[in-house]
């Protein structure tokens, strides 16, 4: 019986043990693939940030040999799109099918954020009188993703202006209209409109389609810009922001306001912000640290439960052999 006793302590011994290991391999596993995803993520959003591209823009600052560079690297890149107040400040690139930028950015190399790239079947001088530029919707204040605030109308009242710069110059953008659609939605996505019948009736569809339109004189005689991206409310969804192409320029009066230091608010409103710019090592033992404290509980607490066995064992010990 004893024997029997001493087998049967064993084996649960040698079980809890087991059971023990097994649960830290599942949090070391889950901890390394919690960081993994976190670095994976980073890597997206970093080679999707706007940041990345300032030094290329073409500025009385920067000059046109920074922009002559990117074309360098890459041929396709022939504009440059800037929506005022917002962090779509992006280099245009068009390939020969609409595809390749999906997952190519703007530099020619692969990346899951894709690049902002103009409709194939477009002029890439913009003398069309439809023109469609296409770009991925992400968070993290990246490529498309804030064409979707658009959707509110104080937003899009308050966001009138952007650039354009094509042909060695830069031309105004002057929003007058956000459209939601689907995406399969022929009668939207459409180039090459001829005919002034047609394109005003292309016009009259996008007006009454639109969520929120301004009082901007739009004629087929004038050319008009399409941003799309997909949308966060539909499957099929799309978010439109529609512009109208100009020879005047307008100022980014959001470069000159000043925020107010003593309001918190603006600052906790940056917190999303500054913890996409903060450095990956920072990022990423923040967010391993609540598994790290599991681990470190859970070892506390095998440790106490071993030491616990032990005087429980050296006790029965001396109780024998006395």
């Given at each position: ?206 007006m009454q389609m639109a969520a929120h339109t301004r009082d901007v004189p ?105």
């Amino acid at each position: 019986m004893a024997s029997a006793s001493k087998i049967g302590v064993r084996i649960i011994r040698i079980t809890d043990g087991i059971v023990n290991l097994s649960v830290l391999i599942v949090i070391l596993l889950l901890l390394v693939f919690g960081c993994y995803a976190i670095w994976d993520s980073g890597q997206v959003y970093s080679a999707a940030d706007a940041a990345r591209y300032a030094v290329y823009k073409p500025t009385p600052e920067n000059s046109e040999l920074s922009f002559q560079q990117l074309q360098a690297i890459n041929p396709e890149v022939f504009s440059w799109l800037t929506v005022y107040g917002t962090h779509i400040d992006y280099p245009v690139v068009q390939g020969a099918d609409d595809l390749k930028y999906i997952n190519t950015d703007a530099t020619g190399k692969y990346s899951l954020s894709g690049a902002i790239f103009l409709d194939s079947g477009c002029s890439r001088d913009f003398s069309d009188f439809s023109s469609i530029i296409y770009g991925h919707h992400m968070d993290k204040q990246t490529m498309f993703g804030e064409i979707g605030l658009f959707a509110d109308k104080n937003y899009f009242d308050s966001h009138e202006y952007g650039s354009l710069y094509y042909g060695g110059r830069e031309h105004g953008l002057d929003f007058f209209a956000f459209v939601h659609a689907d995406a399969y939605d022929t009668a939207v996505f459409r180039t090459n409109i001829t005919g002034r019948d047609a394109q005003q009736a292309y016009l009259n569809l996008l007006m009454q389609m639109a969520a929120h339109t301004r009082d901007v004189p739009v004629t087929p005689h004038d050319r008009i810009l399409l941003l799309s991206t997909c949308s966060a409310s539909s499957t099929n969804g799309r978010d439109i922001l529609i512009g109208k192409i100009t020879d005047q320029t307008y100022d980014d009066t959001f470069k000159t306001k000043i925020t107010d230091k003593t309001n918190p608010i603006p600052v906790i409103g940056a917190l999303p912000g500054l913890w996409a710019q903060a450095p990956l090592w920072a990022r990423l033992v923040t967010a391993a640290l609540p598994s790290l404290l599991i681990l470190l509980l859970l070892v506390i607490l095998i440790h106490t439960r071993k030491r616990k066995n032990r005087v429980r064992k050296t006790k029965k010990g001396h109780e024998g052999g006395g």
